[in-house]
Protein backbone atom coordinates (compact mmCIF):
# COMPACT_ATOMS: atom_id res chain seq x y z
CA UNK A 1 0.00 0.00 0.00
CA UNK A 2 1.31 3.54 -1.23
CA UNK A 3 0.84 7.13 0.16
CA UNK A 4 -2.05 7.86 -2.13
CA UNK A 5 -3.69 5.78 0.14
CA UNK A 6 -5.78 8.78 1.50
CA UNK A 7 -7.56 9.56 -2.12
CA UNK A 8 -8.42 6.13 -2.45
CA UNK A 9 -10.26 5.83 1.50
CA UNK A 10 -12.37 9.14 0.81
CA UNK A 11 -13.40 8.49 -2.63
CA UNK A 12 -15.08 4.77 -1.60
CA UNK A 13 -15.69 6.50 1.47
CA UNK A 14 -17.68 9.26 0.15
CA UNK A 15 -19.63 6.41 -2.56
CA UNK A 16 -20.72 4.46 0.76
CA UNK A 17 -22.25 7.54 2.93
CA UNK A 18 -23.89 9.23 -0.32
CA UNK A 19 -25.43 5.41 -1.18
CA UNK A 20 -26.51 5.22 2.44
CA UNK A 21 -27.40 8.69 2.52
CA UNK A 22 -30.16 8.30 -0.13
CA UNK A 23 -31.01 5.05 0.51
CA UNK A 24 -32.17 6.25 3.73
CA UNK A 25 -33.80 8.97 2.27
CA UNK A 26 -35.76 6.99 0.24
CA UNK A 27 -36.99 5.16 3.10
CA UNK A 28 -37.73 7.90 4.88
CA UNK A 29 -39.91 9.72 2.40
CA UNK A 30 -41.79 6.53 1.99
CA UNK A 31 -42.53 6.27 5.90
CA UNK A 32 -44.02 9.36 5.52
CA UNK A 33 -46.21 8.82 2.60
CA UNK A 34 -47.20 5.75 3.97
CA UNK A 35 -48.43 7.61 7.17
CA UNK A 36 -50.35 10.14 5.28
CA UNK A 37 -52.08 7.73 3.03
CA UNK A 38 -53.24 6.00 5.97
CA UNK A 39 -54.21 9.48 7.83
CA UNK A 40 -55.91 10.48 5.03
CA UNK A 41 -57.82 7.33 4.46
CA UNK A 42 -59.08 7.31 7.64
CA UNK A 43 -60.25 10.38 7.76
CA UNK A 44 -62.43 10.00 4.34
CA UNK A 45 -63.88 6.73 5.64
CA UNK A 46 -67.09 7.34 6.29
CA UNK A 47 -68.66 7.11 9.97
CA UNK B 1 -47.93 -3.82 -2.07
CA UNK B 2 -46.67 -5.46 0.66
CA UNK B 3 -45.46 -8.49 -1.46
CA UNK B 4 -43.24 -5.88 -3.65
CA UNK B 5 -42.00 -4.46 -0.37
CA UNK B 6 -40.79 -7.89 0.85
CA UNK B 7 -39.22 -8.33 -2.94
CA UNK B 8 -37.32 -4.97 -2.46
CA UNK B 9 -36.15 -5.99 0.62
CA UNK B 10 -34.85 -9.09 -0.56
CA UNK B 11 -32.65 -6.97 -3.25
CA UNK B 12 -31.63 -4.40 -0.56
CA UNK B 13 -30.15 -7.56 1.48
CA UNK B 14 -28.71 -8.94 -1.81
CA UNK B 15 -27.00 -5.62 -2.62
CA UNK B 16 -25.43 -5.31 0.40
CA UNK B 17 -24.02 -8.58 0.36
CA UNK B 18 -22.77 -7.94 -3.39
CA UNK B 19 -21.20 -4.38 -2.47
CA UNK B 20 -19.33 -5.99 0.64
CA UNK B 21 -17.87 -9.24 -1.86
CA UNK B 22 -17.26 -6.19 -4.42
CA UNK B 23 -15.17 -4.28 -2.05
CA UNK B 24 -13.18 -7.59 -0.71
CA UNK B 25 -12.67 -7.98 -4.41
CA UNK B 26 -11.41 -4.30 -5.23
CA UNK B 27 -8.83 -4.25 -2.02
CA UNK B 28 -8.22 -7.96 -1.75
CA UNK B 29 -8.35 -10.11 -4.22
CA UNK B 30 -7.74 -7.52 -7.68
CA UNK B 31 -3.80 -7.02 -7.93
CA UNK B 32 -1.74 -3.65 -7.47
CA UNK B 33 -1.20 -1.99 -10.59
CA UNK B 34 2.27 -1.40 -11.55
CA UNK B 35 2.53 2.20 -12.57
CA UNK B 36 -0.34 3.97 -10.61
CA UNK B 37 0.03 1.64 -7.29
CA UNK B 38 -2.91 1.60 -5.10
CA UNK B 39 -5.16 4.27 -6.21
CA UNK B 40 -5.45 2.39 -9.24
CA UNK B 41 -8.11 0.77 -7.46
CA UNK B 42 -10.33 3.34 -7.29
CA UNK B 43 -11.08 2.36 -11.14
CA UNK B 44 -13.40 -0.47 -10.56
CA UNK B 45 -15.89 1.66 -8.26
CA UNK B 46 -15.40 4.76 -10.66
CA UNK B 47 -16.00 2.88 -13.76
CA UNK B 48 -19.25 1.49 -12.34
CA UNK B 49 -20.75 4.71 -10.86
CA UNK B 50 -20.63 5.95 -14.66
CA UNK B 51 -21.85 2.62 -15.57
CA UNK B 52 -24.70 3.69 -13.59
CA UNK B 53 -25.15 7.20 -14.69
CA UNK B 54 -25.48 5.85 -18.38
CA UNK B 55 -27.88 3.07 -17.84
CA UNK B 56 -30.18 5.71 -16.08
CA UNK B 57 -30.03 8.62 -18.30
CA UNK B 58 -30.55 5.64 -20.94
CA UNK B 59 -33.68 4.37 -18.83
CA UNK B 60 -34.92 8.15 -18.97
CA UNK B 61 -34.56 8.60 -22.76
CA UNK B 62 -36.63 5.18 -22.92
CA UNK B 63 -39.24 5.71 -20.42
CA UNK B 64 -39.60 9.69 -22.03
CA UNK B 65 -40.20 7.86 -25.17
CA UNK B 66 -42.56 5.59 -24.25
CA UNK B 67 -44.52 8.48 -22.43
CA UNK B 68 -44.70 10.31 -25.48
CA UNK B 69 -45.98 7.78 -27.20
CA UNK B 70 -48.53 6.49 -24.96
CA UNK B 71 -49.38 9.14 -22.51
CA UNK B 72 -49.35 6.97 -19.55
CA UNK B 73 -47.87 7.90 -16.13
CA UNK B 74 -46.18 5.19 -15.17
CA UNK B 75 -43.43 6.11 -17.98
CA UNK B 76 -43.51 9.60 -15.98
CA UNK B 77 -42.33 8.17 -13.13
CA UNK B 78 -40.05 5.48 -13.74
CA UNK B 79 -37.87 8.75 -16.04
CA UNK B 80 -38.43 11.36 -12.96
CA UNK B 81 -36.93 8.55 -10.85
CA UNK B 82 -34.01 7.24 -12.89
CA UNK B 83 -33.15 10.83 -14.23
CA UNK B 84 -32.52 11.23 -9.90
CA UNK B 85 -30.65 7.97 -9.70
CA UNK B 86 -28.39 9.24 -12.49
CA UNK B 87 -27.76 12.98 -10.95
CA UNK B 88 -26.57 10.88 -7.83
CA UNK B 89 -24.41 8.80 -9.78
CA UNK B 90 -22.87 11.24 -11.86
CA UNK B 91 -22.02 13.77 -8.93
CA UNK B 92 -20.55 10.68 -7.60
CA UNK B 93 -18.29 9.80 -11.04
CA UNK B 94 -17.68 14.01 -10.56
CA UNK B 95 -16.14 13.27 -6.91
CA UNK B 96 -14.16 10.33 -7.56
CA UNK B 97 -12.56 11.37 -10.96
CA UNK B 98 -10.83 14.26 -9.70
CA UNK B 99 -9.46 12.07 -6.25
CA UNK B 100 -8.04 9.12 -8.61
CA UNK B 101 -6.68 12.99 -11.05
CA UNK B 102 -5.28 13.80 -8.26
CA UNK B 103 -2.36 11.63 -7.40
CA UNK B 104 -1.96 10.65 -10.86
CA UNK B 105 -1.83 13.74 -12.97
CA UNK B 106 -0.85 16.07 -10.10
CA UNK B 107 -3.98 18.50 -10.70
CA UNK B 108 -7.97 17.77 -9.48
CA UNK B 109 -9.18 18.61 -12.31
CA UNK B 110 -8.42 20.08 -16.04
CA UNK B 111 -11.21 20.66 -18.62
CA UNK B 112 -10.24 17.56 -20.99
CA UNK B 113 -13.24 16.35 -23.70
CA UNK B 114 -14.31 13.87 -21.22
CA UNK B 115 -14.40 15.52 -18.05
CA UNK B 116 -15.95 18.43 -19.65
CA UNK B 117 -18.57 16.57 -21.52
CA UNK B 118 -19.35 14.27 -18.35
CA UNK B 119 -19.92 17.91 -16.29
CA UNK B 120 -21.92 18.86 -19.20
CA UNK B 121 -23.88 15.68 -18.64
CA UNK B 122 -24.97 16.46 -14.74
CA UNK B 123 -25.54 20.25 -15.18
CA UNK B 124 -28.29 18.50 -18.64
CA UNK B 125 -30.07 15.91 -15.49
CA UNK B 126 -30.02 18.83 -12.57
CA UNK B 127 -31.86 21.17 -15.59
CA UNK B 128 -34.37 18.49 -15.62
CA UNK B 129 -35.03 17.83 -12.28
CA UNK B 130 -35.23 21.69 -11.56
CA UNK B 131 -37.78 21.31 -14.63
CA UNK B 132 -39.84 18.73 -13.21
CA UNK B 133 -39.92 20.66 -9.90
CA UNK B 134 -40.49 24.23 -11.52
CA UNK B 135 -43.76 23.75 -14.22
CA UNK B 136 -47.02 23.23 -12.96
CA UNK B 137 -49.40 20.81 -13.77
CA UNK B 138 -49.08 16.68 -13.74
CA UNK B 139 -49.27 16.29 -18.07
CA UNK B 140 -47.35 19.65 -18.60
CA UNK B 141 -44.69 18.81 -16.38
CA UNK B 142 -44.27 14.75 -17.56
CA UNK B 143 -44.37 16.28 -21.28
CA UNK B 144 -42.00 19.13 -21.14
CA UNK B 145 -39.72 16.38 -18.80
CA UNK B 146 -40.05 13.76 -21.74
CA UNK B 147 -38.81 16.16 -24.30
CA UNK B 148 -36.14 17.36 -22.17
CA UNK B 149 -34.89 13.55 -21.41
CA UNK B 150 -34.66 12.68 -24.66
CA UNK B 151 -32.70 15.70 -25.77
CA UNK B 152 -30.63 15.31 -22.93
CA UNK B 153 -29.33 11.89 -23.80
CA UNK B 154 -27.59 12.91 -26.78
CA UNK B 155 -24.84 13.95 -24.59
CA UNK B 156 -24.38 10.12 -23.41
CA UNK B 157 -22.96 8.89 -26.60
CA UNK B 158 -20.56 12.23 -26.76
CA UNK B 159 -19.29 11.74 -23.68
CA UNK B 160 -18.99 7.83 -24.21
CA UNK B 161 -16.67 8.50 -27.42
CA UNK B 162 -15.31 11.78 -26.41
CA UNK B 163 -11.91 9.97 -25.66
CA UNK B 164 -12.09 8.86 -29.30
CA UNK B 165 -13.18 12.30 -30.88
CA UNK B 166 -10.56 14.34 -28.90
CA UNK B 167 -7.11 14.10 -27.37
CA UNK B 168 -7.01 14.50 -23.50
CA UNK B 169 -5.92 13.20 -20.32
CA UNK B 170 -8.34 10.77 -19.42
CA UNK B 171 -7.24 7.21 -20.09
CA UNK B 172 -8.10 5.19 -23.05
CA UNK B 173 -11.33 2.06 -22.64
CA UNK B 174 -9.45 -0.72 -21.16
CA UNK B 175 -12.04 -3.14 -22.51
CA UNK B 176 -12.33 -2.15 -26.55
CA UNK B 177 -12.69 -4.57 -29.82
CA UNK B 178 -8.99 -5.20 -29.71
CA UNK B 179 -8.86 -6.19 -26.93
CA UNK B 180 -8.85 -6.09 -22.96
CA UNK B 181 -5.99 -4.30 -21.44
CA UNK B 182 -6.87 -5.72 -17.63
CA UNK B 183 -5.13 -8.61 -16.21
CA UNK B 184 -8.26 -11.80 -15.51
CA UNK B 185 -8.14 -11.04 -11.62
CA UNK B 186 -9.05 -7.24 -12.64
CA UNK B 187 -11.34 -7.88 -15.21
CA UNK B 188 -13.50 -10.16 -13.02
CA UNK B 189 -13.46 -7.60 -9.92
CA UNK B 190 -14.81 -5.01 -12.52
CA UNK B 191 -17.31 -7.16 -14.20
CA UNK B 192 -18.60 -8.12 -10.46
CA UNK B 193 -18.61 -4.15 -9.24
CA UNK B 194 -20.58 -3.16 -13.09
CA UNK B 195 -23.06 -5.92 -12.05
CA UNK B 196 -23.47 -5.13 -8.24
CA UNK B 197 -23.57 -1.53 -8.99
CA UNK B 198 -26.94 -2.40 -11.90
CA UNK B 199 -27.99 -4.21 -9.44
CA UNK B 200 -27.92 -1.65 -6.85
CA UNK B 201 -29.26 0.90 -9.47
CA UNK B 202 -32.26 -2.04 -9.87
CA UNK B 203 -32.71 -1.75 -5.76
CA UNK B 204 -32.74 2.40 -5.95
CA UNK B 205 -35.30 2.43 -8.69
CA UNK B 206 -37.91 0.26 -7.32
CA UNK B 207 -37.40 2.31 -3.94
CA UNK B 208 -37.65 5.80 -6.04
CA UNK B 209 -40.75 4.52 -8.10
CA UNK B 210 -42.72 3.51 -4.70
CA UNK B 211 -42.50 6.95 -3.09
CA UNK B 212 -43.81 8.53 -6.82
CA UNK B 213 -46.71 6.07 -6.57
CA UNK B 214 -47.18 6.60 -2.73
CA UNK B 215 -47.14 10.74 -3.99
CA UNK B 216 -49.73 10.17 -6.45
CA UNK B 217 -51.47 8.02 -4.02
CA UNK B 218 -51.19 10.95 -1.46
CA UNK B 219 -52.42 13.43 -4.30
CA UNK B 220 -55.60 11.54 -5.10
CA UNK B 221 -56.27 11.21 -1.31
CA UNK B 222 -56.39 14.85 -1.06
CA UNK B 223 -58.76 15.60 -3.96
CA UNK B 224 -60.97 13.22 -3.37
CA UNK B 225 -60.96 14.98 -0.05
CA UNK B 226 -61.67 18.58 -1.20
CA UNK B 227 -64.30 17.46 -3.33
CA UNK B 228 -66.45 15.51 -0.84
Known sequence: ?47 | MRERGSWRLALGWLVSLAVVVSLYMVFVYAPTERTMGDIQRMFYWHVATAWNAFLAFFVVFVMSLLYLFTGSRRWDIVAASSAEIGVMFTTLVLITGPLWARPVWGIWWTWDARLTTTLILWFIYVAYLVLRAAVEGREQQARFAAVFGIIGFVDVPIVYMSIHWWRGQHPEAVITTSGINLSPEMLVTLIFSVLTFTALYAYLLLQRIAVERLADEVGKLKERARNA
Open chain 1, 1 to 47: MDGNLIYLFVGYSLIWVALLVYNQSLVRRQLKLEREVEALKRVSRPQ
